[in-house]
T-cell receptor
Framework: EAGVAQSPRYKIIEKRQSVAFWCNPI?????LYWYQQILGQGPKLLIQ????????DSQLPKDRFSAERLKGVDSTLKIQPAKLEDSAVYLC????????????FGSGTRLTVV | GENVEQHPSTLSVQEGDSAVIKCTYS??????FPWYKQELGKGPQLIID?????GEKKDQRIAVTLNKTAKHFSLHITETQPEDSAVYFC????????????FGKGTTLSVSS
């Protein structure tokens, strides 16, 4: 089966600019996650969707980050305006069951804010 | 909420030696513990997992052990090879629907030949 697709692979922007990342999960996977991975650290959950509804966005900095999953398939994560500390890899993952088991990660988008 | 601590942060071994990475978790309700391997420029890939009703699980050269009483679990890699060099992450969660994984900070394993 095709894996989790993410784009772009790399993005460099200046602080205060906006940026968007796109994720296409594995077909049939109802649950989609966005994680932020700062260099040298483990992935940190930003938001979890079940179909097109939000399950957990408690760690999402809502003053600058937003995410949506229209029609319960693809998802976009947006940052506006970006800060230097947003430099990280943004990972998308999906799972079929809705539980933590069976996560499949995409390759991520590496964001550099200068 | 759940907190996962992982040690060591770096580990260097000779090819053929064994490697052990340890994690502790804080939430006694957590019952699913996967391990992920992340190579440079790639997303984490699941290599083995264990649930709380099992004490040990093996898959070829990889094994995971779980001590629920002490709230710690470990990854054991035997007969290490250079291609085992990567960053390894442990994680924990309740496996019921709607529960996301909480990750440790990772261990960079270097296997020299």
């Amino acid at each position: 089966e095709a894996g989790v697709a993410q784009s772009p692979r790399y993005k460099i922007i200046e602080k205060r600019q906006s940026v968007a990342f796109w994720c296409n999960p594995i077909s049939g996977h109802a649950t989609l996650y966005w994680y932020q991975q700062i260099l040298g650290q483990g992935p940190k959950l930003l938001i979890q969707f079940q179909n097109n509804g939000v399950v957990d966005d408690s760690q999402l900095p809502k003053d600058r980050f937003s995410a949506e999953r229209l029609k319960g398939v693809d998802s976009t994560l947006k940052i506006q305006p970006a800060k230097l500390e947003d430099s990280a890899v943004y990972l998308c993952a999906s799972s079929f069951t809705g539980g933590a088991a069976g996560y499949t990660f995409g390759s991520g988008t590496r964001l550099t804010v200068v | 909420g759940e907190n996962v601590e992982q040690h060591p942060s770096t580990l260097s071994v000779q090819e053929g030696d064994s490697a052990v990475i340890k994690c502790t978790y804080s939430d006694s309700a957590s019952n699913y513990f996967p391990w992920y391997k992340q190579e440079l420029g790639k997303g984490p890939q699941l290599i083995i997992d264990i649930r709380s009703n099992v004490g040990e699980k093996k898959d070829q050269r990889i094994a995971v052990t779980l001590n629920k009483t002490a709230k710690h679990f470990s990854l054991h890699i035997t007969e290490t090879q250079p291609e085992d060099s990567a960053v390894y992450f442990c994680a924990a969660s309740g496996a019921q629907a709607g529960t996301a994984l909480i990750f440790g900070k990772g261990t960079t394993l270097s296997v020299s030949s």
